[in-house]
Structures are given as C-alpha cells and as structure tokens.
C-alpha cells in the first residue's frame, strides 16, 4: 500500500496542473489512506508510529477534514438563504461566515494532501521512530565502545609491506574495549556472571529453561575473512591496505570464553567457512589457542575443512534457490557473528546480516570463489527501492544461523570502504580523523545493524559520490523487514526453512536522533525502540574481575547518564568498610551515601539522583580492609 501511495503521489505532482487528476487522485488516496490506516491501527495502535502510517496519516487527516468542511459549508450556504428569504439578516451573514470559514478549511485540507507528496522512501530515514519489537537480555541495548589507543594513527596502510595487525593494533587495549563491553551490556561486574546471563537468556528464548553454558556445547564463531577468498596458500593476504576481521579481537573473544566461562577449546568452532584460514590469523590464534577448530574451505595445514550439509536446509523465502550451509553450525548449540564494520558497493553495508553471505555454500565448498554470488541480485544495487524481497532477512531468521546467535560483535577496529574493506580514517565525531577503534555488541540482531548503518550513514554523507554505498536506495530494506513482518515485500512470506512457520520481529530497528548526541528513543525516554550505551575508555573506570587480586573492587553506575532512579553496582573480593561518596566536577564532596561493613560478593545499590543539580559528578568508593585500601571512582552525568 505504501509503495501505492509514493507513486501515485509522484504522477499527482507530475499532473499538478490538471485539475480532473487533483480531484481524481484526491479522493483515491483519501478514501484509500483511511480504510488503509485504520484497518492497521485499529488492531495494532502501536503501528501509528511506523514511517508508512506517518506518510498515510497527513493524507487520511486531510481528506476527513476536507469531507467535514465540505458538508459544513453545504449546510451553511442552506442556512444562509433561507435566513436571507425571513429578511434575518445578522443570522444570514453569519452563516455566510461560516461557510467562508469552511471553504478556507476545505482548501487547507486539500492543500495538506498535496504536501503529502514529499513522504517519498527516502522518509524511512525518519528519527526516532521505532519499528519492531526490541530483544536481547537487555531489550534493544546495543554498547559501543571505543579507545583511541586501540589502533596507531601513524598506519598508512597502502605503505605497509607486513602484518599491519600485529604492528599497529594494540592487543590490551581491544582485550579490555572486548571486556568492557560484555560488562556494560549485560550491568554485571566479572565476566563469567556477564556470560552467563547471556547464555541463559538464550536458553530461555529456546525452550531450554534458565540454564547456563553446559561443557561440551559447542559453539561457532562466525567471522569475516573476505580478502582470503582468492588467497593462494596461507601465508600472505592478497592486500596490506584491505581489512578482514581484527585478529585481537579474536584472540580478546577465546580468552573469554575459554578461561573464563570455561569452554573447551576443541568445543569452539571459528572461521569463515569457504574462506581460506590464512596465517595472520593462524599464528596469532592458533599459538594461544591450539586446539581450537579453526574452519576454512580448503582444510590444509592443520584446518578443518568445512562439511557442508548433506541436503539444502536454507529455503530462501522467494522459493527461487536452495542452498546448503555447514554442518558444523548444525551441530553447533551457539553461534557467535563478529562482522566487520563496512559499506559495500552491492549491498550499501555489510554488518551483522551480510556477514552470512559467507555461510551460506552452493555445489560444496571452495576457497577460490564465492559461493554465494548467485544471491546478489536481492541486494540494493541490483533491486533499489523498498519492499522487495531481501534474502538477508532470510539469514537473520534461520534457525541455524541468526536463530543461533548468541551475541553479535562488530568489529570497528579499523573498518573499511567497500566489499574490499580498503582501510581509512574516519572523518566523523569523535574520531575527527582517527582510525575509528571501536566494537559494538548486542544481542537483538536488528538493532545493530541499525547503529552500525547509522555510523556508516554518518561517515560517508560527505564522501564522494562512488564511496556512498550506504545511501543506495533499498540498503536498509532488509532491516524494516526483519523488524516488522507487516512491512514484508508482497507476496513474500519470510520461512528459511520451509517448514509452513513464517519468522516474527528479529528485533528493533530506528536512527538515531542526529549523530552528535547519538540517542536513540530508549536514550530520550520516548519509546521502546534502541539503547545505545556510548563508552569511551578514557571516561569510564576499570572494572576488574573476581579472580584479580589485585584489583579487589569494582564498580559502575547505570543509567549513565542519569535522570532519576539508578543503580550503583559493585563487586568485593574480599570483606572490609565500604564507603561511598558523591564529588562534583570541582572535586568537592556533595554527600556520603553509605559507610558500612560489608562481605565479599556482588552488591546492587538503588540511588535516586533528583537532589542533584545536572552535571557532571564521581561516585568514589574506598574499600579498607586488613589487607590496605582500594578505591575505585566512576563518572556519571545527572539530566533533568
């Protein structure tokens, strides 16, 4: 219906000057727009905020008004002469007023309708309007972090001849920005309590009860290895100056997972499965981890070869392909996408979704082409425009793949431009020039790729026009879709696996309010769209886990910032006094929250900040014990 309304509207406006087609096209798309509007807000109020429902509003508005003043100036015209045949002639003069009044009405109306014409597609970059339902332990919460440290401003990567990973990525600071994040999206203080939230809520949306990882699950770490498709051997890339997935953030996500939620390393699948397995990653990955299943098409040299399932299991919902995908995901309990942050010349973006085009296989597996190039078409350059079907939403919502994932991790560590991800700096805020250094994680599978667009939005609008991949027309198609299915392409009904049980909502999907402040309507309050929780490294403290004796406390305030009602979260390794203290940007001390002994373990304190003026303050606890003292201090900002 919406796509109904674009084009009629663009004929209206090309025949503006007709007044048989103003009349004509008046009233379809009035009388069309109210039975359209109404039919769909009546059994779902919450669609009245969908992008669609704002282009059809202002027609549907427009046409009541315009029926209502044309019926009130009938009657008043009526009025008027029989008043002016009594020879009551103040009455007769006011109804002639207000069938004036009427007709002014009736030409605003209609004057509002033919407005109505620039709600073109391009309106689904409309701020703040949600669309879908938002999931993840945190519903629709998507943490980015990022720390300038991570990456050497000094890389020119065209220059480079050597492993520009190893020479220009710093391995401690991604290990802590990989860390941090985990902690800040789940509100818990140690690593193994934040996995293992993660782990059972999975359980729960699975039917499998609140359980944690249990040894001998397997999981599959799905990542980007584009420039090893054509890679002869494995000991060299084709291109210094192109990007794949940041091997420390790789190297950040075993160490978690094996020293910390203690999987077995031979439990851990990890590769792009048709890509060669080069040796950057090997020596890196590999010596720390050797036995870990490290998967490629090739499986020489001490990789796993990928085995692709017997039958097609992946159904493409427009009942035009099959294909078959590895049977290690099928045998996988969990599934871990770590994407790249880039735009691509096809398909505008690759993130969370089109990083699967890389799990999908067609007649076997082979490292020297692409496997999935005969599903190219669906992407924007080949189909522009809105509500087509995209086979994205298909990945997004099979069972074996999307269904899977656990948690989704882009790495922005370097980012890149295009399917070649040609390494560059970023000119947007707060990067201002700087390699963007950053990792976003969530577990709603449509919000970030919803943030990830937005930066990419954001950092290309002024680029050249053959760099702007991101502004084709259709590039966020597969994102309303998979958020809503009412949104769908006609006749499309999306069911990856063919078994008759169509997908619902995969997640949220909105734009931020602008990309300065970068608040989404869970930020403002407004709406139970996105969460974007901002940290930079610099601004945020240490937050340590349980085992570190060196670090016996931790703490940290959420909301931050903060509007009322929060909490003051905090871990003791050991029993002592604590105390904790409010100081305002001047370092001077607003007033002490608490001064008591307590024992170890994890605390949860609610505050409410409403006494506080806005600003910006440090919460300070001091620990005291036998042993010496520890403090620990967190920056927050109070909003009104």
């Given at each position: 219906?919406?796509?109904?309304?674009?084009?009629?509207l663009?004929f209206?406006?090309?025949?503006?000057?007709?007044r048989f087609?103003?009349?004509?096209?008046?009233?379809?798309?009035?009388?069309?727009?109210t039975?359209?509007?109404?039919?769909?807000?009546?059994?779902k109020?919450?669609?009245a905020?969908?992008p669609?429902?704002?282009?059809?509003?202002?027609?549907?508005?427009g046409?009541?008004?315009?029926?209502?003043t044309?019926?009130g100036?009938?009657?008043?015209?009526r009025?008027?002469?029989?008043?002016?045949?009594?020879?009551?002639?103040?009455?007769?003069?006011?109804?002639?007023?207000?069938?004036?009044?009427?007709?002014s009405?009736s030409?605003a109306?209609?004057?509002?309708?033919?407005?109505?014409?620039?709600?073109?597609?391009e309106?689904?970059?409309?701020?703040?309007?949600?669309?879908?339902?938002?999931?993840?332990?945190?519903?629709?919460?998507v943490?980015?972090?990022?720390?300038?440290?991570?990456?050497?401003?000094?890389?020119?990567?065209?220059?480079?001849k050597?492993?520009?990973?190893?020479?220009?990525?710093?391995?401690?600071?991604?290990?802590?920005?990989?860390?941090?994040?985990?902690?800040?999206?789940?509100?818990l203080?140690?690593?193994?309590?934040?996995?293992?939230?993660?782990f059972?809520y999975f359980?729960e949306?699975?039917?499998?009860?609140?359980?944690?990882?249990?040894?001998?699950?397997?999981i599959y770490?799905?990542?980007?290895?584009?420039?090893?498709?054509?890679?002869?051997?494995t000991?060299?890339?084709?291109?210094?100056e192109?990007?794949d997935?940041?091997?420390e953030?790789?190297?950040?996500?075993?160490?978690?997972?094996?020293?910390?939620?203690?999987?077995a390393?031979s439990?851990?699948y990890?590769?792009?499965?048709?890509?060669?397995?080069?040796?950057?990653?090997?020596?890196?990955?590999?010596?720390?981890?050797?036995d870990?299943?490290?998967c490629?098409?090739?499986?020489?040299?001490g990789?796993?070869?990928?085995?692709?399932?017997?039958?097609p299991?992946?159904?493409?919902s427009?009942?035009k392909?099959?294909?078959?995908?590895p049977?290690?995901f099928?045998?996988?309990?969990?599934?871990?996408?770590?994407p790249?942050?880039?735009?691509?010349?096809?398909?505008g973006?690759?993130l969370g979704?089109?990083?699967?085009?890389?799990?999908?296989l067609?007649?076997?597996?082979?490292?020297?082409?692409?496997?999935?190039?005969g599903?190219h078409?669906?992407?924007?350059?080949?189909?522009s425009?809105?509500?087509?079907?995209r086979?994205l939403?298909?990945?997004?919502?099979h069972?074996q793949?999307?269904?899977k994932?656990?948690i989704?991790?882009i790495?922005?560590?370097?980012?890149?431009?295009?399917?070649?991800?040609?390494?560059?700096?970023?000119?947007?805020?707060?990067?201002?020039?700087?390699?963007?250094?950053?990792?976003?994680?969530s577990?709603?599978?449509?919000?970030?790729?919803?943030?990830?667009?937005?930066?990419?939005?954001?950092?290309?609008k002024n680029?050249?026009?053959?760099?702007?991949?991101?502004?084709?027309?259709?590039?966020?198609?597969y994102?309303?879709?998979?958020?809503d299915?009412?949104?769908?392409?006609a006749?499309?009904?999306?069911?990856?696996?063919?078994?008759?049980?169509?997908?619902?909502?995969?997640?949220?999907y909105?734009?931020?309010?602008?990309?300065?402040?970068?608040?989404?309507s869970?930020n403002?309050?407004t709406?139970?769209?996105?969460e974007?929780?901002?940290?930079?490294?610099?601004?945020i403290?240490?937050?340590?886990?349980?085992?570190?004796?060196?670090?016996?406390?931790?703490?940290?305030?959420?909301?931050n910032?903060?509007k009322?009602?929060?909490?003051?979260?905090?871990?003791?390794?050991?029993?002592?006094?604590?105390t904790?203290?409010?100081?305002?940007?001047?370092?001077?001390?607003?007033?002490?929250?608490?001064?008591?002994?307590?024992?170890?373990?994890?605390?949860?304190?609610?505050?409410?900040?409403?006494?506080l003026?806005?600003?910006?303050?440090?919460?300070?606890i001091?620990m005291?014990?036998?042993?010496g003292?520890?403090?620990s201090?967190?920056?927050f900002n109070?909003k009104?």
């Amino acid at each position: 219906m919406k796509i109904i309304f674009w084009k009629v509207l663009s004929f209206f406006k090309k025949n503006g000057n007709s007044r048989f087609w103003h009349i004509v096209v008046f009233f379809f798309l009035g009388i069309s727009s109210t039975i359209w509007f109404l039919s769909r807000i009546i059994t779902k109020p919450t669609r009245a905020t969908y992008p669609c429902m704002r282009a059809a509003a202002p027609i549907m508005s427009g046409f009541i008004i315009y029926l209502i003043t044309l019926g009130g100036t009938v009657i008043a015209f009526r009025s008027f002469r029989k008043k002016l045949a009594s020879a009551k002639y103040l009455a007769a003069a006011s109804f002639l007023i207000v069938a004036f009044i009427m007709i002014s009405l009736s030409n605003a109306a209609t004057k509002k309708e033919v407005s109505a014409s620039v709600m073109m597609p391009e309106n689904h970059l409309t701020a703040n309007a949600p669309i879908g339902v938002a999931s993840g332990l945190k519903p629709g919460r998507v943490v980015w972090i990022w720390d300038e440290d991570a990456t050497d401003k000094n890389l020119v990567p065209a220059n480079n001849k050597a492993n520009w990973w190893a020479n220009f990525t710093n391995k401690e600071v991604v290990d802590e920005m990989l860390k941090k994040s985990i902690l800040q999206y789940t509100d818990l203080t140690t690593i193994p309590l934040a996995w293992d939230a993660l782990f059972k809520y999975f359980n729960e949306q699975h039917g499998k009860g609140s359980v944690g990882y249990k040894p001998g699950e397997k999981i599959y770490i799905k990542i980007n290895l584009t420039n090893a498709g054509s890679v002869s051997g494995t000991t060299k890339v084709r291109d210094f100056e192109r990007m794949d997935a940041t091997p420390e953030v790789l190297l950040a996500l075993l160490k978690q997972l094996i020293e910390q939620v203690g999987v077995a390393q031979s439990d851990i699948y990890l590769g792009d499965p048709f890509r060669t397995f080069h040796n950057l990653y090997w020596d890196m990955l590999q010596t720390a981890y050797p036995d870990v299943v490290y998967c490629d098409g090739k499986g020489s040299n001490g990789r796993h070869q990928t085995v692709p399932t017997e039958d097609p299991i992946m159904i493409f919902s427009d009942k035009k392909l099959e294909y078959r995908i590895p049977q290690e995901f099928v045998d996988s309990e969990y599934l871990i996408n770590v994407p790249c942050l880039k735009t691509h010349d096809t398909g505008g973006i690759t993130l969370g979704a089109k990083n699967h085009q890389g799990s999908v296989l067609q007649g076997g597996v082979s490292s020297s082409g692409q496997s999935a190039m005969g599903l190219h078409p669906y992407l924007p350059q080949n189909s522009s425009g809105y509500g087509k079907y995209r086979h994205l939403v298909d990945y997004l919502g099979h069972e074996q793949l999307g269904g899977k994932t656990l948690i989704t991790i882009i790495d922005g560590i370097w980012a890149g431009r295009s399917w070649e991800g040609y390494v560059e700096k970023w000119n947007m805020a707060p990067f201002n020039g700087d390699y963007p250094s950053s990792i976003f994680v969530s577990q709603d599978r449509v919000a970030i790729d919803a943030v990830g667009y937005d930066f990419l939005l954001e950092e290309y609008k002024n680029k050249e026009n053959k760099a702007q991949y991101a502004y084709m027309s259709g590039t966020d198609d597969y994102l309303i879709q998979a958020a809503d299915p009412t949104q769908w392409a006609a006749g499309i009904e999306y069911d990856p696996e063919g078994d008759g049980t169509p997908i619902e909502s995969l997640g949220v999907y909105e734009h931020w309010n602008n990309a300065t402040e970068k608040k989404y309507s869970r930020n403002l309050g407004t709406g139970n769209g996105i969460e974007l929780v901002s940290l930079k490294m610099s601004d945020i403290n240490s937050v340590v886990d349980l085992n570190d004796p060196s670090n016996p406390i931790a703490a940290k305030i959420f909301p931050n910032p903060a509007k009322d009602n929060v909490k003051i979260l905090y871990h003791l390794a050991k029993p002592c006094r604590v105390t904790a203290e409010i100081f305002n940007s001047a370092g001077e001390k607003v007033t002490t929250l608490f001064n008591k002994n307590e024992i170890s373990g994890e605390y949860n304190h609610p505050w409410n900040v409403q006494n506080l003026s806005p600003g910006n303050y440090i919460l300070q606890i001091n620990m005291n014990s036998t042993q010496g003292n520890s403090v620990s201090t967190v920056r927050f900002n109070v909003k009104k």
